[in-house]
């Protein structure tokens, strides 16, 4: 019931977060591509449809590596190492940094926030934001 209330309520911040113009500068995003061998880890959040790579905004004064790795630990449980996140692909309002583990790591959701989580090649997955789809673009050819 509790994770139901909390899924809720992130509905409604997202859209009002999308609704409300931001006055002052927009924060900087950040996405992490964890690749294991072919395939990539996607994210499907409880309150936007399609799929994801982890991510979200940096916060005031955090370093956008530092974001994402925090990120990255907050929305799919991956601990990984500062060093080990490259970043690769920049728009206007995010950066993309490629993570590749050692071995297959262990994928742990909330339910809340995050409620799937799974590795793809990037070709299965047709719903995918511009940013996502011009970054794998260069990463695949």
Not at 11 to 20: G, N, Q, S, W
């Amino acid at each position: 019931m509790l994770d139901r209330i909390v899924r809720l309520l992130l509905k409604i911040a997202y859209a009002i977060h999308t609704v409300v113009p931001r006055f002052g500068r927009r924060r900087q995003g950040v996405a992490v591509a964890v690749w294991h061998k072919d395939r990539v880890l996607f994210v499907r959040h409880s309150y936007r449809k399609g799929y994801f790579l982890p991510g979200g905004n940096a916060r005031r004064k955090e370093a956008l590596r530092e974001a994402s790795r925090r990120e990255l630990k907050e929305e799919v449980g991956i601990d990984a190492e500062l060093e080990a996140l490259l970043p690769v692909f920049t728009t206007a309002w995010i950066r993309v940094f490629e993570y590749y583990p050692c071995r297959l790591p262990t994928i742990e959701i909330d339910n809340r926030e995050i409620v799937e989580a799974a590795f793809a090649r990037p070709d299965e997955i047709a719903t995918l934001p511009e940013f996502m789809k011009s970054y794998l673009l260069s990463r695949i050819r």
